[in-house]
C-alpha cells in the first residue's frame, strides 16, 4: 500500500463535520490526513479519480446477524465481510445470539480476531444481555463490557419479564452501556408470521397485532425513565411506536430507535402470495406504518439505518409461509436501499448518509464515520444514480436471501477502503 492516497474529483460528503462540497481527500499511512480543495499531489501518490462520486464514510451498520459461531452453512465472518465492503460497510455490531450466545468475554474477542483476520470489516460486538439470549438471568454486562462488548441485547428475542429488564437497565446504566430490545410482546407475537389484518386472514396467516410493538416500546420507556437507563429499540415498524419514542426523546430520556430498509421499502402487500423473502421480524406493516417510518427518518425519530442482516438459506426459505424462518439480507443492499427515500425526494442525502454513518457510530462509542483528519480512513465511493439490478444468487457473501430480489436500485459502491486499502472491488 503506498503511503499516500489522493481522491481528488469528489463530492465530499461528512455529515459529522457538516462538509458537503466538491474537494479532495488526502490519505497518509491508513489515516485521512487532510481534505479540501487543491491539495496538490505528493510524490508516489496513488490517486483515485472519482469524477464527481460521493466520497463518504465507510458505514456503520449497528444490526447485523452473523452465521458465526454455529451456523456457519448460512454465512460466516469472512463471507459477510465481502457482502458488506460491498455495501460500503466498514464496520459492524454484530448480534450475540449466535450459537453458543455471546455472553463470555472469550467470544467477544474471538470476534474481535477474526475480523481482524479478514483485513476488511471492524465487527463490534454486541454482548448477551442475558445468559445464552433466554431471558432469565442476566449476563456478565461488566465482564462483557470490559472485553468490548458495545451494546447489549437478546439479538432477535424480546426480554418478556419487566422486572428482569428493569434490573438489565440498572445494571448496564452503571457500565455506560446501552440495552437494545426486540419490540414484540412476545406473548402476542408468539405463533404469528404476518401483521394481524385483512391480508394475514386472507392468506390464512396467523395474525401478530401492531400493537404488540407498541406494548413493548411503552413497557421498556417506563423502565427506562424509572432506572435512568438507555434503551434502544431495533427495526422500529410502527407509527404507534414511533410516537411513544418521539414523546420520550422531548421528555429528554435515554431513548434512540433505528429501522431497517423493508419498513420503509415495502408494505404488507409484499408477502404477495406466501413470498417468504418479504418475511420479516418484525412482520411489514400497512401503508400507514411504511410512511411513518419514512417521515421519522427525516424529523430526527430514528436515529439509523441498520441492514438487519438475517442470512438465511434455502433450507430455511423454501419452505411453506409459516414454516418458513424470518429475515433477509441486508448487508450489500444497505446503501441503495436507504437512497430510496433520497430519491423519492422524502430525504436529503446528506439526512441519510448521517443515519448510515456517524449516528451509529455515537451509539456505538465508536470513533467510525467520519472524515476527520487524523481518523482511520474508512471509505464509501459511490454514484447515488447509478441503477443496479438486485438478484438473488449473485450477491456477494453466502446469504442470498434479499427482499430486493428482482428489483432495481439507484446508489452503486464504486470502492471501499479500510484504513486507506481498497477491499471492494
Known amino acids: 500500500?503506498?503511503?499516500?492516497?489522493?481522491?481528488?474529483?469528489?463530492?465530499?460528503?461528512?455529515?459529522?463535520?457538516?462538509?458537503?462540497?466538491?474537494?479532495?481527500?488526502?490519505?497518509?499511512?491508513?489515516?485521512?490526513?487532510?481534505?479540501?480543495?487543491?491539495?496538490?499531489?505528493?510524490?508516489?501518490?496513488?490517486?483515485?479519480?472519482?469524477?464527481?462520486?460521493?466520497?463518504?464514510?465507510?458505514?456503520?451498520?449497528?444490526?447485523?446477524?452473523?452465521?458465526?459461531?454455529?451456523?456457519?452453512?448460512?454465512?460466516?465472518?469472512?463471507?459477510?465481510?465481502?457482502?458488506?465492503?460491498?455495501?460500503?460497510?466498514?464496520?459492524?455490531?454484530?448480534?450475540?445470539?449466535?450459537?453458543?450466545?455471546?455472553?463470555?468475554?472469550?467470544?467477544?474477542?474471538?470476534?474481535?480476531?477474526?475480523?481482524?483476520?479478514?483485513?476488511?470489516?471492524?465487527?463490534?460486538?454486541?454482548?448477551?444481555?442475558?445468559?445464552?439470549?433466554?431471558?432469565e438471568e442476566l449476563a456478565e454486562i461488566g465482564l462483557l463490557h470490559e472485553a468490548g462488548a458495545v451494546l447489549f441485547s437478546d439479538g432477535a428475542r424480546a426480554v418478556a419479564s419487566a422486572r428482569l429488564m428493569r434490573i438489565a437497565l440498572s445494571y448496564a446504566r452503571a457500565f455506560g452501556a446501552r440495552v437494545v430490545e426486540h419490540p414484540e410482546e412476545p406473548t402476542l407475537a408468539e405463533g404469528g408470521h404476518a401483521t394481524e389484518g385483512e391480508l394475514a386472514t386472507r392468506l390464512g396467516l396467523e395474525g401478530i397485532p401492531a400493537c404488540a410493538e407498541t406494548i413493548m416500546v411503552?413497557?421498556?420507556?417506563?423502565?427506562?425513565?424509572?432506572?435512568?437507563g438507555a434503551v434502544h429499540f431495533a427495526h422500529i415498524s410502527t407509527a404507534e411506536a414511533l410516537d411513544l419514542i418521539r414523546a420520550a426523546k422531548a421528555e429528554g430520556l435515554r431513548v434512540s430507535c433505528d429501522t431497517a430498509p423493508p419498513y420503509f421499502a415495502f408494505t404488507e402487500e409484499a408477502i404477495g402470495d406466501f413470498r417468504t423473502y418479504a418475511k420479516f421480524s418484525p412482520p411489514l406493516r400497512c401503508e400507514a406504518d411504511r410512511a411513518a417510518v419514512a417521515?421519522?427518518?427525516?424529523?430526527?425519530?430514528?436515529?439509523?439505518?441498520?441492514?438487519?442482516?438475517?442470512?438465511?438459506d434455502a433450507d430455511d426459505k423454501r419452505l411453506p409461509f409459516a414454516q418458513a424462518a424470518p429475515?433477509?439480507?441486508?448487508?450489500?443492499?444497505?446503501?441503495?436501499?436507504?437512497?430510496?427515500?433520497?430519491?423519492?425526494?422524502?430525504?436529503?442525502?446528506?439526512?441519510?448518509?448521517?443515519?448510515l454513518t456517524v449516528?451509529?457510530?455515537?451509539?456505538?462509542?465508536?470513533?467510525?464515520?467520519?472524515?476527520s483528519p487524523g481518523k482511520p480512513a474508512d471509505l464509501c465511493l459511490f454514484d447515488p444514480e447509478q441503477p443496479w439490478l438486485v438478484e438473488a444468487g449473485a450477491l456477494p457473501g453466502k446469504a442470498q436471501n434479499t427482499p430486493f430480489d428482482g428489483q432495481v436500485l439507484k446508489g452503486k459502491v464504486l470502492g471501499t477502503w479500510k484504513r486507506g486499502r481498497r477491499v471492494y472491488p
Open 327 to 355: 429475515g433477509g439480507a441486508g448487508l450489500a443492499t444497505l446503501l441503495s436501499a436507504s437512497l430510496i427515500e433520497v430519491h423519492k425526494g422524502t430525504l436529503p442525502l446528506a439526512k441519510a448518509i448521517a443515519l
Open 359 to 371: 449516528q451509529p457510530a455515537r451509539l456505538l462509542g465508536s470513533e467510525a464515520g467520519t472524515l
Open 295 to 312: 417521515a421519522a427518518l427525516a424529523d430526527g425519530t430514528i436515529d439509523a439505518i441498520v441492514s438487519d442482516h438475517q442470512p438465511r
Open 218 to 228: 411503552a413497557r421498556d420507556i417506563r423502565l427506562a425513565k424509572l432506572t435512568g
Open 1 to 135: 500500500m503506498p503511503a499516500d492516497l489522493l481522491f481528488t474529483g469528489a463530492r465530499l460528503l461528512d455529515p459529522s463535520s457538516g462538509l458537503d462540497q466538491p474537494g479532495e481527500l488526502l490519505v497518509r499511512d491508513g489515516l485521512i490526513f487532510d481534505r479540501g480543495q487543491g491539495l496538490g499531489r505528493p510524490e508516489g501518490a496513488e490517486v483515485v479519480e472519482c469524477h464527481g462520486a460521493v466520497l463518504c464514510p465507510g458505514l456503520v451498520d449497528m444490526r447485523a446477524a452473523l452465521g458465526e459461531p454455529g451456523f456457519e452453512y448460512r454465512e460466516t465472518i469472512d463471507s459477510a465481510a465481502s457482502a458488506a465492503v460491498a455495501g460500503g460497510i466498514t464496520t459492524l455490531a454484530a448480534l450475540p445470539d449466535t450459537k453458543p450466545a455471546i455472553d463470555d468475554p472469550a467470544l467477544v474477542h474471538f470476534l474481535h480476531r477474526q475480523a481482524e483476520a479478514t483485513g476488511r470489516l471492524t465487527i463490534l460486538p454486541y454482548g448477551a444481555l442475558t445468559r445464552g439470549c433466554r431471558g
